[in-house]
């Protein structure tokens, strides 16, 4: 079966993006780009809100058409174009680049997903990820720790997330520094 994995960079006191949804803090270097890239292309699909494809549909499908991309940005826009997104959001009207858009998490719908062949599906963006931790249907976790405090914004796991009195248990299986100070942390969800 394959696995929902969050996938999502944060400030190191917690923050997916500053005051303003400024994100500019973000440290992606041509190493940090090029790992996304290997992990991205490994992947069965994406599923992400609306303001995060909303975000990624507004640069990359012609990133690769722009004389300043770097090689490996245009190598991701190939990758974002091809690969199957679904966007949760009851008010987009329409997505194109191989998205399909579903207006609620179900979590039956979500399973169902999970049981189809390919890879692992990376999920982004803060208000899908708590809304699947909610209903315990996040396999992996992801997280990319960036060495700046933000001091206030939009926090990666906002308060109360888990839908349960106690703790979300966790398993570290992995981590990985970057050269630009960027540590991977990788967790798996103990059951």
Not at 33 to 52: D, E
Not at 63 to 90: H, L, Q
Not at 149 to 164: H, R
Request: avoid cysteine; charged fraction near 25%; proline fraction near 5%.
């Amino acid at each position: 079966m394959r696995k929902i994995v969050l996938m999502m960079s944060t400030s190191l006191d917690g923050y997916i993006e500053g005051p303003g949804r400024d994100i500019s803090w973000h440290r992606v270097d041509e190493e940090l780009h090029r790992h996304f890239n290997t992990y991205i292309r490994g992947l069965g699909g994406l599923l992400s809100g609306r303001t995060t494809y909303e975000l990624m549909a507004g640069y990359w499908p012609t990133a690769d058409a722009d004389p300043d991309a770097s090689p490996v940005e245009a190598e991701f826009a190939g990758i974002w174009r091809e690969m199957p997104k679904t966007v949760y959001s009851r008010t987009l009207e329409r997505a194109d680049w191989n998205t399909t858009i579903v207006r609620e998490v179900v979590p039956e719908e979500v399973l169902a997903l999970k049981r189809q062949e390919g890879g692992d599906l990376g999920l982004g963006g803060a208000d899908l990820a708590a809304a699947f931790l909610r209903h315990d249907l996040v396999d992996e976790l992801r997280v990319y720790v960036h060495p700046v405090l933000v001091g206030g914004g939009k926090p990666l796991f906002p308060q109360g997330l888990s839908g349960a009195a106690s703790e979300t248990a966790l398993r570290l299986t992995g981590s990985h520094a970057f050269g630009n100070g960027v540590v991977l942390l990788e967790y798996e969800r103990r059951r």
